[in-house]
Protein backbone atom coordinates (compact mmCIF):
# COMPACT_ATOMS: atom_id res chain seq x y z
CA UNK A 1 0.00 0.00 0.00
CA UNK A 2 1.04 3.82 -0.27
CA UNK A 3 2.99 5.06 2.37
CA UNK A 4 3.92 8.78 3.28
CA UNK A 5 6.61 8.92 5.68
CA UNK A 6 8.09 11.92 7.38
CA UNK A 7 11.41 11.95 8.83
CA UNK A 8 10.74 12.18 12.32
CA UNK A 9 8.27 13.47 15.35
CA UNK A 10 10.46 16.98 15.92
CA UNK A 11 12.80 18.68 14.92
CA UNK A 12 15.06 20.96 17.25
CA UNK A 13 17.03 23.64 15.46
CA UNK A 14 18.52 26.68 16.86
CA UNK A 15 17.60 29.86 15.17
CA UNK A 16 19.28 31.25 12.01
CA UNK A 17 20.16 27.71 11.13
CA UNK A 18 19.18 25.71 7.93
CA UNK A 19 15.51 23.28 8.88
CA UNK A 20 15.43 20.39 6.72
CA UNK A 21 12.32 17.61 6.87
CA UNK A 22 11.80 14.90 4.68
CA UNK A 23 9.01 13.22 2.61
CA UNK A 24 9.14 9.85 1.39
CA UNK A 25 6.41 8.25 -0.56
CA UNK A 26 6.26 4.36 -1.87
CA UNK A 27 4.52 2.56 -4.75
CA UNK A 28 3.40 5.21 -6.36
CA UNK A 29 4.76 8.05 -8.93
CA UNK A 30 2.54 11.63 -8.13
CA UNK A 31 2.57 14.62 -10.30
CA UNK A 32 2.88 16.74 -7.81
CA UNK A 33 3.43 16.96 -3.80
CA UNK A 34 2.02 19.87 -1.86
CA UNK A 35 3.89 20.93 1.52
CA UNK A 36 1.50 22.85 4.58
CA UNK A 37 2.29 23.98 7.74
CA UNK A 38 -0.24 23.69 10.66
CA UNK A 39 -0.03 25.27 13.98
CA UNK A 40 -1.23 23.48 17.08
CA UNK A 41 -5.21 23.85 17.06
CA UNK A 42 -5.55 25.51 13.51
CA UNK A 43 -6.40 24.02 10.07
CA UNK A 44 -2.85 23.77 8.18
CA UNK A 45 -1.97 26.35 5.41
CA UNK A 46 -0.26 25.48 1.88
CA UNK A 47 2.65 26.12 1.46
CA UNK A 48 4.19 25.11 -2.00
CA UNK A 49 3.42 22.74 -4.75
CA UNK A 50 6.04 21.10 -6.52
CA UNK A 51 4.82 19.05 -9.29
CA UNK A 52 7.30 15.68 -11.17
CA UNK A 53 8.87 17.78 -13.81
CA UNK A 54 10.49 20.62 -11.37
CA UNK A 55 13.66 19.85 -9.71
CA UNK A 56 13.27 22.41 -7.08
CA UNK A 57 10.83 25.46 -6.19
CA UNK A 58 11.59 29.01 -3.84
CA UNK A 59 9.29 30.98 -1.93
CA UNK A 60 11.22 33.56 0.06
CA UNK A 61 13.04 31.38 2.72
CA UNK A 62 11.54 28.32 1.78
CA UNK A 63 12.87 25.72 -1.06
CA UNK A 64 11.62 22.22 -2.13
CA UNK A 65 13.02 19.54 -3.59
CA UNK A 66 11.28 16.84 -5.35
CA UNK A 67 13.11 13.58 -6.85
CA UNK A 68 10.80 11.40 -8.39
CA UNK A 69 13.68 8.69 -8.52
CA UNK A 70 14.33 8.61 -5.00
CA UNK A 71 10.68 9.66 -4.19
CA UNK A 72 11.69 11.90 -1.81
CA UNK A 73 11.07 15.78 -1.35
CA UNK A 74 13.07 17.93 0.61
CA UNK A 75 11.82 21.21 2.52
CA UNK A 76 14.54 23.78 3.96
CA UNK A 77 13.99 26.88 5.60
CA UNK A 78 17.13 28.92 5.65
CA UNK A 79 17.46 31.01 8.35
CA UNK A 80 14.97 30.11 10.41
CA UNK A 81 13.04 31.63 12.93
CA UNK A 82 11.08 30.78 16.12
CA UNK A 83 8.38 31.68 14.11
CA UNK A 84 8.87 29.35 11.82
CA UNK A 85 7.79 26.58 14.46
CA UNK A 86 5.27 24.87 13.69
CA UNK A 87 4.71 21.20 12.30
CA UNK A 88 4.89 20.61 8.56
CA UNK A 89 2.98 18.13 6.46
CA UNK A 90 3.55 16.83 2.84
CA UNK A 91 0.82 16.15 0.82
CA UNK A 92 0.36 14.02 -2.68
CA UNK A 93 -2.16 12.22 -4.34
CA UNK A 94 -1.91 8.53 -4.54
CA UNK A 95 -4.80 7.29 -6.84
CA UNK A 96 -5.41 9.02 -10.15
CA UNK A 97 -8.81 7.57 -9.45
CA UNK A 98 -9.01 9.61 -5.97
CA UNK A 99 -9.49 12.92 -5.92
CA UNK A 100 -8.17 13.51 -3.02
CA UNK A 101 -4.61 14.45 -0.91
CA UNK A 102 -3.23 11.69 1.32
CA UNK A 103 -0.94 13.32 3.77
CA UNK A 104 2.09 12.58 5.96
CA UNK A 105 1.81 12.33 9.68
CA UNK A 106 3.72 15.46 9.66
CA UNK A 107 6.71 17.16 11.33
CA UNK A 108 7.37 19.20 14.02
CA UNK A 109 9.70 21.51 13.90
CA UNK A 110 11.16 23.54 17.30
CA UNK A 111 13.76 26.60 16.15
CA UNK A 112 15.64 27.63 19.61
CA UNK A 113 16.02 31.55 19.83
CA UNK B 1 -9.06 32.08 -3.02
CA UNK B 2 -11.08 30.16 -1.17
CA UNK B 3 -12.58 30.71 2.54
CA UNK B 4 -13.97 27.85 4.01
CA UNK B 5 -15.80 28.57 7.60
CA UNK B 6 -16.37 25.85 9.61
CA UNK B 7 -18.66 25.21 12.99
CA UNK B 8 -19.00 24.47 15.79
CA UNK B 9 -15.15 24.53 17.00
CA UNK B 10 -15.57 23.23 19.96
CA UNK B 11 -17.88 20.43 20.63
CA UNK B 12 -18.45 17.93 23.53
CA UNK B 13 -20.45 15.19 23.56
CA UNK B 14 -22.10 11.90 25.42
CA UNK B 15 -21.48 8.73 24.19
CA UNK B 16 -24.70 7.96 21.62
CA UNK B 17 -25.57 11.21 20.65
CA UNK B 18 -26.13 12.59 17.43
CA UNK B 19 -23.74 14.67 15.32
CA UNK B 20 -23.38 17.68 12.48
CA UNK B 21 -20.71 19.16 11.56
CA UNK B 22 -21.36 21.81 9.31
CA UNK B 23 -18.63 23.58 6.71
CA UNK B 24 -19.78 26.25 4.13
CA UNK B 25 -17.20 27.84 1.04
CA UNK B 26 -17.06 31.22 0.11
CA UNK B 27 -14.78 32.67 -2.96
CA UNK B 28 -15.52 29.59 -5.16
CA UNK B 29 -17.84 27.92 -7.38
CA UNK B 30 -18.07 24.01 -7.28
CA UNK B 31 -15.45 23.04 -5.50
CA UNK B 32 -13.94 20.10 -4.41
CA UNK B 33 -14.95 19.71 -0.38
CA UNK B 34 -13.15 17.45 1.56
CA UNK B 35 -13.89 16.12 5.49
CA UNK B 36 -10.33 14.88 7.30
CA UNK B 37 -9.68 13.80 10.79
CA UNK B 38 -6.83 14.35 12.74
CA UNK B 39 -6.12 12.46 16.28
CA UNK B 40 -3.52 13.99 18.74
CA UNK B 41 -0.43 14.43 17.02
CA UNK B 42 -1.07 12.60 14.05
CA UNK B 43 -1.38 12.87 10.47
CA UNK B 44 -4.63 14.30 8.76
CA UNK B 45 -7.30 10.84 8.07
CA UNK B 46 -9.21 11.41 4.88
CA UNK B 47 -13.03 10.52 5.97
CA UNK B 48 -15.11 11.67 2.55
CA UNK B 49 -14.76 13.78 -0.86
CA UNK B 50 -17.20 15.41 -2.47
CA UNK B 51 -16.80 16.96 -6.47
CA UNK B 52 -20.52 17.89 -6.53
CA UNK B 53 -23.98 18.05 -5.18
CA UNK B 54 -25.33 14.66 -3.95
CA UNK B 55 -21.91 13.37 -4.88
CA UNK B 56 -20.06 11.58 -1.76
CA UNK B 57 -17.23 9.14 -1.73
CA UNK B 58 -16.00 7.61 1.71
CA UNK B 59 -12.86 6.70 2.40
CA UNK B 60 -12.88 4.11 5.38
CA UNK B 61 -16.19 2.93 7.01
CA UNK B 62 -17.42 4.33 9.92
CA UNK B 63 -19.73 5.45 12.12
CA UNK B 64 -19.82 8.46 10.48
CA UNK B 65 -21.92 10.35 6.98
CA UNK B 66 -21.52 13.01 5.04
CA UNK B 67 -23.66 14.97 2.50
CA UNK B 68 -23.80 17.75 0.23
CA UNK B 69 -26.99 19.65 0.05
CA UNK B 70 -25.24 22.84 -1.59
CA UNK B 71 -22.39 23.40 -3.94
CA UNK B 72 -21.21 25.25 -1.33
CA UNK B 73 -22.38 23.54 2.24
CA UNK B 74 -20.63 19.95 3.03
CA UNK B 75 -21.92 18.36 6.51
CA UNK B 76 -20.49 15.68 8.77
CA UNK B 77 -22.74 13.60 10.67
CA UNK B 78 -23.49 10.83 13.31
CA UNK B 79 -26.45 9.04 14.35
CA UNK B 80 -24.57 7.30 17.52
CA UNK B 81 -21.34 9.03 18.57
CA UNK B 82 -18.44 6.65 19.71
CA UNK B 83 -15.64 7.36 22.00
CA UNK B 84 -13.87 6.24 19.06
CA UNK B 85 -15.19 9.46 17.15
CA UNK B 86 -13.07 11.84 19.15
CA UNK B 87 -10.78 14.36 17.62
CA UNK B 88 -10.16 17.29 15.15
CA UNK B 89 -12.19 17.63 12.30
CA UNK B 90 -11.58 19.44 9.97
CA UNK B 91 -12.90 20.21 6.83
CA UNK B 92 -11.36 21.32 3.54
CA UNK B 93 -11.80 22.92 -0.07
CA UNK B 94 -10.17 23.22 -3.27
CA UNK B 95 -9.69 21.40 -7.05
CA UNK B 96 -7.15 18.94 -8.50
CA UNK B 97 -3.97 21.16 -10.21
CA UNK B 98 -4.54 21.85 -13.60
CA UNK B 99 -8.17 21.19 -13.83
CA UNK B 100 -10.34 23.84 -14.66
CA UNK B 101 -7.56 26.49 -13.81
CA UNK B 102 -6.96 25.08 -10.01
CA UNK B 103 -3.67 25.45 -8.33
CA UNK B 104 -4.50 22.54 -6.53
CA UNK B 105 -3.80 24.01 -3.08
CA UNK B 106 -6.36 23.26 -0.41
CA UNK B 107 -7.95 25.97 1.91
CA UNK B 108 -8.73 24.12 5.24
CA UNK B 109 -11.09 25.61 7.90
CA UNK B 110 -10.03 26.39 11.42
CA UNK B 111 -11.24 23.07 12.91
CA UNK B 112 -13.98 21.42 15.12
CA UNK B 113 -12.81 19.52 18.05
CA UNK B 114 -15.38 16.88 19.45
CA UNK B 115 -14.95 15.04 22.54
CA UNK B 116 -16.96 12.07 22.99
CA UNK B 117 -17.18 11.10 26.56
Known amino acids: SQKIEQNSEALNIQEGKTATLTCNYTNYSPAYLQWYRQDPGRGPVFLLL?????KEKRKERLKVTFDTTLKQSLFHITASQPADSATYLC????????????FGSGTRLQVQP | SQTIHQWPATLVQPVGSPLSLECTVEGTSNPNLYWYRQAAGRGLQLLFY??????ISSEVPQNLSASRPQDRQFILSSKKLLLSDSGFYLC????????????????FGEGSRLTVL
Open chain 1, 50 to 54: IRENE
Open chain 2, 50 to 55: SVGIGQ
Open chain 1, 91 to 102: ALRIDTGRRALT
Open chain 2, 92 to 107: AGGGLAGVKGNTGELF
